[in-house]
């Protein structure tokens, strides 16, 4: 690496823009998540399978359309597509203010969430390639702390709205909060080289849907993310079992510094030391994070198990998808993007219904434990394929000399 590469920056303001507009994206998508199960128990008079409906159709709607979404920026173009999306995304999240019967909720849920991937996507995509290929573990590990503070604006700012104003209000703020996110997004320059055209961009093949050098480590974030629906789905539950849920807010107050805190270095040592130490650490931390959950027995360890799940957790998702993204060529990063989306909603979606199953027979507790066991059996997965492929790059390269 030269001292060029290494000065080369991240924080560009085209870097900034985009990072200030996917953390609008996501503040909007938590708010709406902490608090639109709430509206719908209380304001609309449904039962708690209603509620969950409405986390259900949003991910089966961005599910739907995430593997179409590198070809429709492919064709459109990254820039144009994510200032569309943003537009209608923001209008969905004008529009709660304004329908109340729940069937034209979920219809507004589903409409969201199709732009939702679609924003996310480009975002995404737009991040990596932006920043410099010799810091793209860095430079989409910071981009990544977008997604993490939104994963605390949103509850933080939504509840205490809801709470001392009301639904209206918050829809109104979120709506404003939005605006301002799509906003910054028209100061995102065009970039020739990732914009250009060809002429078989309208043909249509199973390489429009999946990037294929992407999915081999979209299907470990799968896993991954199937084990976090334990974490995203069932926290407050478990804890009012253990009667910790008045700690469930400082729960995910520590879960994210630990995130935000530690990502600058995990990043750097993706650059620096390669992406090999920061999975394992991450997977480390991840695993007995799930696995301290599963046996907590004080606010300590509670807390601790926070801190453990949010280092992992943190560490994985960037990396994997900077691999992601780097298994391919650079014209093809929206593909890779959507790739790993597509596989990481799949097993987020997955895990929130399988893992409903296991706790409904078994408890909250061995849900954590098979969480944290398969995190393991990923991670002796993924040395073995990482040894693999040094055994056979090892004798490509005896063969050559």
Same mark, same amino acid.
Not at 7 to 13: A, L, M
Not at 86 to 100: E, G, K, S
Not at 284 to 309: E, M, Q, R, T, V
């Given at each position: =690496?030269?001292?060029?590469?290494?000065?080369?920056? +991240?924080?560009?303001?085209?870097?900034?823009?985009?990072?200030?507009?996917?953390?609008?994206?996501?503040?909007?998508?938590?708010?709406?998540?902490?608090?639109?199960?709430?509206?719908?128990?209380?304001?609309?008079?449904?039962?708690?399978?209603?509620?969950?409906? !409405?986390?259900?159709?949003?991910?089966?709607?961005?599910?739907?359309?995430?593997?179409? &979404?590198?070809?429709?920026?492919?064709?459109?173009?990254?820039?144009? =597509?994510?200032?569309?999306?943003?537009?209608?995304?923001?209008?969905?999240?004008? !529009?709660?203010?304004?329908?109340?019967?729940?069937?034209?909720?979920?219809?507004?849920?589903?409409? #969201?969430?199709?732009?939702?991937?679609?924003?996310?996507?480009?975002?995404?995509?737009?991040?990596?390639?932006?920043?410099?290929?010799?810091?793209?573990?860095?430079?989409?590990?910071?981009?990544?702390?977008?997604?993490?503070?939104?994963?605390?604006?949103?509850?933080?700012?939504?509840?205490?709205?809801?709470? +001392?104003?009301?639904?209206?209000?918050?829809?109104?703020?979120?709506? $404003?909060? =939005?605006?301002?996110?799509?906003?910054?997004?028209?100061?995102?320059?065009?970039?020739?080289?990732?914009?250009?055209?060809?002429?078989?961009?309208?043909?249509?093949?199973?390489?429009?849907?999946?990037?294929?050098?992407?999915?081999?480590?979209?299907?470990?974030?799968?896993?991954? *993310?199937?084990?976090?629906?334990?974490?995203?789905?069932?926290? *407050? +539950?478990?804890?009012?079992?253990?009667?910790?849920?008045?700690?469930?807010?400082?729960?995910?107050?520590?879960?994210? !510094?630990?995130? !935000?805190?530690?990502?600058?270095? &995990?990043?750097?040592?993706?650059?620096?030391?390669?992406?090999?130490?920061?999975?394992?650490?991450?997977?480390?931390?991840?695993?007995?994070?799930?696995?301290?959950?599963?046996?907590?027995?004080?606010?300590?360890?509670?807390?601790?198990?926070? +801190?453990?799940?949010?280092?992992?957790?943190?560490?994985?998702?960037?990396?994997?998808?900077?691999?992601?993204? #780097?298994?391919?060529?650079? *014209?093809?990063?929206?593909?890779?993007?959507? &790739?790993?989306?597509?596989?990481?909603?799949?097993?987020?979606?997955?895990?929130?219904?399988?893992?409903?199953?296991?706790?409904?027979?078994?408890?909250?507790?061995?849900?954590?434990?098979?969480?944290? $066991?398969? $995190?393991?059996?990923?991670?002796?997965?993924?040395?073995?394929?990482?040894?693999?492929?040094?055994?056979?790059?090892?004798?490509?390269?005896?063969?050559?000399?």
């Amino acid at each position: =690496m030269t001292s060029l590469e290494k000065k080369q920056p +991240i924080w560009t303001k085209t870097f900034i823009s985009l990072f200030c507009t996917n953390l609008a994206v996501f503040t909007v998508f938590y708010g709406l998540v902490t608090t639109l199960p709430l509206y719908a128990l209380e304001n609309l008079n449904r039962t708690d399978e209603d509620a969950g409906l !409405l986390m259900t159709i949003f991910l089966l709607s961005a599910i739907v359309v995430r593997p179409f &979404t590198g070809k429709i920026l492919d064709i459109y173009g990254k820039r144009k =597509m994510l200032w569309i999306s943003l537009i209608f995304y923001l209008l969905c999240t004008i !529009l709660y203010a304004f329908v109340t019967p729940f069937s034209g909720l979920l219809i507004l849920r589903f409409i #969201q969430g199709v732009w939702f991937s679609i924003a996310t996507t480009a975002s995404g995509s737009l991040a990596a390639d932006n920043v410099p290929m010799s810091r793209r573990g860095a430079g989409l590990g910071y981009f990544t702390m977008s997604t993490n503070l939104a994963v605390v604006l949103g509850p933080i700012i939504s509840l205490p709205i809801v709470q +001392i104003l009301s639904f209206n209000a918050l829809f109104i703020f979120l709506s $404003i909060f =939005m605006l301002m996110g799509a906003l910054l997004s028209l100061t995102i320059p065009a970039d020739k080289k990732f914009e250009k055209k060809t002429s078989s961009k309208r043909t249509f093949s199973i390489h429009d849907l999946f990037e294929k050098k992407s999915v081999p480590i979209a299907l470990l974030s799968s896993l991954v *993310s199937f084990s976090y629906a334990s974490v995203l789905s069932f926290l *407050s +539950i478990y804890a009012q079992q253990k009667h910790l849920l008045h700690l469930a807010t400082i729960f995910y107050l520590v879960y994210a !510094l630990a995130m !935000l805190l530690t990502r600058p270095y &995990t990043g750097r040592w993706f650059d620096e030391k390669g992406p090999k130490f920061v999975l394992i650490l991450g997977f480390i931390s991840f695993c007995g994070g799930l696995i301290l959950l599963a046996f907590i027995n004080s606010s300590l360890l509670f807390l601790l198990s926070g +801190i453990f799940i949010g280092f992992g957790y943190g560490a994985l998702v960037p990396s994997l998808q900077t691999l992601s993204v #780097q298994a391919t060529i650079p *014209s093809r990063s929206g593909y890779a993007t959507a &790739t790993f989306f597509t596989f990481f909603d799949i097993g987020i979606a997955v895990g929130s219904y399988i893992l409903g199953l296991i706790a409904v027979h078994f408890g909250y507790q061995n849900v954590y434990v098979l969480s944290g $066991i398969l $995190i393991f059996i990923v991670l002796v997965f993924y040395l073995l394929g990482d040894k693999k492929k040094s055994m056979v790059k090892n004798t490509i390269g005896a063969k050559e000399m």
